[in-house]
């Protein structure tokens, strides 16, 4: 399966980096094709919504990094949603890559794609990642997208936090157990 990750981390080292590590290495594992778009080091110009692109009918006005991204998400069977927790939402670099959905809207919604979400934050209560989790659900339901997995690492400070409590091998697991027609 084809598998594009959405990272909005800005750090390379960081939480989000090892979980994605360990996720991509589960899924290479079982013989996935992975592209992976770090949203944070691309450049990325918000929506300004013009409608120029027609949802997909035209070019979007803004030809940046975008252009590299939007032929591995039409490919894609799955998309992986990845951000730290920042204001108990995604970060900024992941929600504009998700806004530029917009110029291929009508090639990405109700195409049966799947979608996973991984997220870690440093609050420690189970309250934490509802936002994140809502605005995700949200889009899959506008997509028409299946969720077949989370990881949500909470109370993760630091990358050792996570190894610590075992996200990683949660991370690793979700990437692994990968199979046609998941959920």
């Not at 997909?56 to 991204?69: A, I, K």
Request: negative net charge; hydrophobic residues 35%.
């Amino acid at each position: 399966m084809n598998i594009t990750i959405l990272n909005g981390s800005p750090h390379k080292k960081g939480t989000n980096a090892y979980l994605l590590d360990e996720f991509i290495r589960g899924a290479e594992e079982s013989g996935h094709e992975i592209y992976r778009f770090d949203a944070a080091f691309k450049k990325v110009h918000p929506c300004i919504a013009c409608d120029r692109c027609g949802c997909g009918d035209n070019p979007c006005v803004f030809q940046d990094d975008m252009v590299e991204l939007w032929p591995e998400l039409e490919k894609a069977d799955i998309v992986v949603f990845a951000s730290p927790l920042y204001y108990y939402s995604a970060t900024a670099q992941l929600l504009s890559v998700v806004a530029r959905f917009y110029a291929i809207d009508k090639r990405l919604k109700g195409s049966s794609k799947k979608a996973m979400l991984i997220s870690s934050g440093t609050n420690p209560s189970d309250w934490a990642m509802m936002g994140i989790q809502r605005s995700y659900e949200e889009a899959l339901m506008y997509l028409e997208w299946a969720d077949i997995g989370r990881v949500l690492a909470r109370g993760c400070k630091t990358r050792e936090d996570a190894e610590e409590k075992g996200f990683g091998e949660k991370a690793y697991e979700l990437g692994k157990n990968i199979r046609e027609g998941s959920k």
